[in-house]
């Protein structure tokens, strides 16, 4: 077990950490503010090469690995973005590079030199409101009429519709009564997202705000026979491999988060003098917490490797980013939330950037897989223990 970084792997990070560090702090506050998305940023991120980090070569990547793509996401969003940043790779790289590098056709794979130069956006549409967790209970139904099919239903919580030209579609192409197993008769779909019929609504939200999520309808939107990903009516299972690397990428910037919220908490306990004229960092009411994030940042970023590089390997790797994912998330909540204490009052503030990343950070608890559904995994996948819902 080599835990050695490769060169080619060192040059991605300092690359990340160049591009990342011409759009700090002062750029994701008023982004924030505003309410606006970061395109200038993500065109760099792509004009640098690192959005298509893991596509193949011959569409236009570099053809590496959900390792490296890992490492890229955690040091963007360390260099002041934090777990928002992450998002962004959500989006294209996953929703768009992974589904279509590994189940599309010869004519969808045409899209992934747009993916990687920023001219193609992605987004995902899965999540219903009666479907959220349990992703098999979706109604949306894409209804066969000879030419391809119709599409009508509902989505929510659909992350950046409006910046997408693309949405992968998650839905039933066979009603859930008529099938002999619950994960039988889901089917993905890539269709334009100005498609008639296709509607969306902003959700007002605590945070992200840089990125709006969307309720989506379709009205009888056409689905093309071109716009099958993988197998009809057997999409569930090629679904996950969507949904794994989502996780991998979600533990990226919580991880990211970690080192950025450290960082500010510490020079400013470093810095800051009271009582007797000692830094407020040599408490160890103050230090204690921020050690243990940091204990629990590291334990999740090896975690974090360790699934990535088995799904370079072919290998399994659903257990261990679930695993990276919800240790992320608590070793973000912990460092988000301890570095505003160390601030006391300017915490508080949006000059001080920690609320910011708090409020952004706290999504990643219950999204894109909740903590309590992580524990339901491991308890009845890991440990042999009875399903429990």
């Known amino acids: 077990m080599d835990f050695t970084r490769t060169p ?152 950046s519709v409006g910046q997408a030209q693309k949405m992968l579609v998650v839905c039933r192409t066979q009603p859930a009564g008529e099938v002999a197993r619950k994960t039988d008769g889901v089917s993905l779909f890539m269709i334009d997202t100005d498609r008639a019929g296709l509607e969306h609504t902003p959700i007002d939200k605590a945070g992200t705000s840089t990125l709006p999520s969307s309720a989506v309808f379709f009205d009888d939107v056409e689905v093309k026979p071109d716009e099958l990903v993988g197998t009809l009516h057997g999409g569930f299972f090629e679904l996950l491999d969507t949904l794994n690397t989502e996780r991998i990428v979600t533990a990226a910037g919580l991880i990211g988060t970690v080192d950025l919220s450290l960082r500010l908490a510490v020079d400013y306990a470093n810095d800051r003098k009271v009582f007797g004229g000692k830094p407020i960092g040599s408490y160890q009411a103050l230090q204690f917490p921020l050690a243990e994030a940091h204990i629990m940042s590291q334990c999740a970023r090896l975690m974090n490797y360790k699934a990535a590089s088995l799904h370079d390997a072919g290998e399994p790797y659903g257990s261990e980013a679930n695993h990276a994912k919800w240790l992320a998330g608590h070793a973000c909540a912990q460092a988000t939330d301890r570095a505003m204490q160390t601030l006391g009052g300017m915490g508080y503030s949006k000059e001080f950037h920690l609320e910011r990343l ?15 559904m992580v524990l339901n995994y491991v308890a009845q996948h890991d440990l042999g223990l009875p399903r429990s819902y």
């Open 8 to 159: 080619e792997q060192d040059m991605l990070i300092d690359t990340a950490r160049k591009v990342g560090a011409k759009f700090g702090l002062d750029y994701w506050r008023e982004k924030d503010a505003a309410k606006a998305y970061p395109s200038e940023l993500w065109q760099e991120i792509c004009d640098a090469g690192l959005c298509a980090i893991a596509v193949p070569e011959e569409h236009g990547g570099a053809g590496l690995g959900m390792l490296e793509l890992a490492m890229a996401v955690e040091t963007l969003c360390a260099t002041g973005g934090g777990s928002t940043l992450s998002q962004l790779y959500m989006l294209s790289p996953i929703f768009g590079g992974v589904t279509l590098s590994k189940y599309g056709t010869a004519e969808q794979k045409a899209m992934l030199p747009g993916l990687a130069d920023g001219s193609i956006q992605f987004c995902m549409a899965l999540t219903e409101p009666d479907a959220g967790s349990n992703a098999l209970n979706i109604s949306s139904y894409a209804k066969a009429d000879g030419k391809g099919w119709r599409l009508n239903g509902r989505k929510i919580w659909i992350t």
């Open 358 to 372: 708090w409020r952004d950070a706290r999504l990643f608890r219950f999204a894109p897989v909740s903590e309590e």
